[in-house]
């Protein structure tokens, strides 16, 4: 389920509500998803493959502005 940031303001106690029973709400400003509400137990209660999943779904639409992963991870491995 996708809600803009000025409908998650205005039903906040629904939405917290809904992820409690197990819905994931992302939040879009101007269209863009800026965050993830969930209920605490539903994140760690994810079997391996329904997490990588999520992280599929999560990529889409973004980049690494031309990083590649190898990139971005041997950049970390620097400092």
């Known amino acids: 389920m996708e809600v803009g940031l000025f409908e998650a303001k205005t039903r906040f106690s629904e939405l917290v509500e809904l992820a409690r029973q197990g819905k994931r709400i992302t939040i879009t400003r101007r269209g863009e998803p800026t965050a993830v509400l969930t209920a605490v137990k539903a994140q760690h209660d994810l079997s391996p493959e329904d997490a990588a999943a999520e ?4 990529r889409k639409g973004r980049s690494l502005g031309g990083i590649t992963p190898v990139e971005l991870r041997d950049f970390g491995r620097k400092r």
Request: proline share 0%; aromatic share 24%; hydrophobic share 75%.
């Open 55 to 58: 992280l599929l779904e999560f």
